[in-house]
C-alpha cells in the first residue's frame, strides 16, 4: 500500500533585522509562572509550523508621506516591551522573526519584502502578529496574505480594520493612507473584490469624498457613535456578518481607534473614538472564529505615548488575540 508523503513546511524567509531577547518579569519556574518572554523563540530556524510567528515593520515613511507625526518607525520594539511581561494563561509556543525595515525612504520595497517574510507563515498555519509601524503596514500584510497557498486555492478573504479612517486615500505616491484602495486596486486586477470592513470609522476624520470611495467600494463599516457598550447587538451582528463572509481574516488594528485617553502615542489622536472594552471584544470574537490570519498592529508612535498607554493597549490586544485563538483551538 502506497502513502502520500506529508507536504513540507515552506522554508522562512529571514528579516532584515535579527530580533532581540525577550526579557521581562520573572516569578520562577514552572508553567503556573509563564510569561511571554519565556515562550518566545528567535529566529526562523525555531519556527515549527502553527506557531503564532511574530513579524516587526519599522516604518514611518507612509505618515511622513501622509504628513503625519512620525516616530512609529520605534513602534514594534515598543509593542514587544509592553507585551514581554504579560502572563500567559497557558503554554503557548511563538517566535519572533525580527524586524523589516523600511531604509532611504523606499517603502515600497520594504512592504514587498514583509509581504515575502508572511506567505511561508502563512503556509505553516500561522497566525501572524505583524508590529507596526504606520498604517502602510497594512499593504505589506496583504502582500503576505494575497500570495498564500489557501488564497491560491480560492479561499475568502476578508480584511476588517479597526480604525477611525477608511484609508482610502488616493494619492499619487503609496502612503499611511493609502493601503486599502491599493488592495482594493491588486484584488481588482486579480478578477476579484476586495471584501473589505471597517470597525470605529470617525466621521469628522473622513472628508465626503472617502465615503463616496467607500460605498463605491462596496465597504462595510460602523461608525464609532455606534460601537458603543450600549450598541453592543450592532456590534455583534457586524461580526458575526463580517466572518460569515470570509474565510480567512487580514484583521488590520490602527490604535487611533481607541480614545486619546487610551492611546495618545498615535499619530493621530481620537478625540471620541472606541473604548477598549469594546475593541477587545471584537478582537475576541475574531480570534475565536479560528478564521485569523494575519494581525498587523499599526501607529504605535512612542515618542508620543503618556506613562506607555498606547503600547500597553496594544500589547493587550495582541495578548488577547493569541491567548484567545490559543484556547479555542484547544476546544476544538
Known amino acids: 500500500m502506497s502513502t502520500v508523503a506529508p507536504t513540507p513546511a515552506p522554508p522562512v524567509t529571514v528579516a532584515d533585522a535579527a530580533p532581540e531577547p525577550w526579557t521581562g518579569r520573572d516569578d520562577g519556574p514552572g508553567a503556573d509562572n509563564l510569561r511571554w518572554h519565556h515562550t518566545v523563540s528567535l529566529g526562523a530556524e525555531h519556527a515549527e509550523p502553527g506557531d503564532v510567528a511574530f513579524v516587526g515593520f519599522r516604518s514611518d515613511e507612509g505618515v511622513r508621506r501622509n504628513k503625519g507625526r512620525q516616530g512609529a518607525a520605534d513602534g514594534p520594539g515598543a509593542l514587544r516591551r509592553a507585551l514581554s511581561s504579560m502572563a500567559l494563561p497557558a503554554p503557548s509556543r511563538a517566535v519572533d522573526l525580527g524586524d523589516v525595515e523600511v531604509a532611504g525612504g523606499d517603502l515600497e520595497a520594504g512592504q514587498r519584502r514583509l509581504g515575502r517574510v508572511i506567505t511561508p507563515l502563512v503556509d505553516r498555519g500561522g497566525p501572524v502578529m505583524v508590529l507596526g509601524g504606520g498604517h502602510e503596514v497594512a499593504y ?19 480584511v476588517l480594520n479597526l480604525d477611525a479612517h477608511f484609508d482610502l486615500r488616493d494619492d499619487v505616491r503609496p502612503s499611511s493612507g493609502t493601503p486599502f484602495l491599493q488592495m482594493a486596486h491588486d484584488e481588482q486586477r486579480a478578477g476579484r473584490s476586495l471584501n473589505y470592513w471597517v470597525f470605529g470609522v470617525s ?44 474565510d480567512l481574516v487580514h484583521l488590520s488594528i490602527d490604535l487611533d481607534v481607541l480614545p486619546a485617553g487610551a492611546a495618545p502615542g498615535v499619530s493621530a489622536p481620537a478625540a471620541y473614538g472606541v473604548q477598549m472594552d469594546i475593541v477587545e471584544h471584537v478582537c475576541a470574537a475574531v480570534a475565536a472564529s479560528g478564521r485569523l490570519a494575519v494581525c498587523d498592529v499599526a501607529e504605535l508612535n512612542p515618542d508620543l505615548d503618556v506613562d506607555q498607554r498606547t503600547a500597553r493597549a496594544g500589547a493587550r490586544l495582541i495578548h488577547r488575540i493569541v491567548t484567545g485563538r490559543t484556547a479555542a483551538a484547544r476546544r476544538a
Open 140 to 158: 505589506g500584510s496583504y502582500q503576505g496574505l494575497a500570495a498564500s497557498r489557501a488564497v491560491r486555492d480560492g479561499a475568502r478573504v476578508g
Open 203 to 246: 466621521q469628522p476624520s473622513n472628508a465626503e469624498r472617502l465615503f463616496r470611495t467607500a460605498d463605491r467600494l462596496g465597504v462595510r463599516y460602523l461608525p464609532d457613535t455606534a460601537c458603543g457598550v450600549l450598541n453592543l447587538a450592532a456590534v455583534d451582528a457586524f461580526v458575526a456578518d463580517f466572518l460569515a463572509s470570509c
